[in-house]
Nanobody, 123 residues
């Protein structure tokens, strides 16, 4: 069975940084594109970032460009989201997701999802 487990969320002041980690198991990690999505209370889930199988292609939502960095270490079956210059608007539950082969900015394209990790940014 496929499992994605996020960690690294927490409470941080505006302008601070957090590094989210997603550990994958039960799949051939290097054949899956990975993504990060987030959902704030009362809002729809939104795309944050995606990364291709070997990390060569990366995409970000406009709202996080220049502040967030997605990366992966296939030898560790792990994907990361480095978040810097955090804003209160970044407060949300962040989800790790995977889909076979190709990247996508659409949540409906992803097959597997983690349980989410809470990120709270105070002002």
């Amino acid at each position: 069975q496929v499992q994605l487990v996020e960690s690294g969320g927490g409470l941080v002041q505006a302008g601070g940084s957090l590094r989210l980690v997603c550990a994958a198991s039960g799949l051939t990690f290097s054949t899956y594109a990975m993504g990060w999505f987030r959902q704030a209370p009362g809002k729809e889930r939104e795309f944050v970032a995606t990364i291709s199988r070997s990390g060569g292609n990366i995409g970000y939502a406009d709202s996080v460009k220049g502040r967030f960095t997605i990366s992966r270490e296939n030898a560790k079956n792990t994907v990361y989201l480095q978040m810097s210059y955090l804003k209160p608007e970044d407060t949300a539950v962040y989800y790790c997701a995977s889909r076979f082969w190709s990247t996508s900015v659409y949540g409906d394209d992803y097959t597997y999802w983690g349980q989410g990790t809470q990120v709270t940014v105070s002002s």
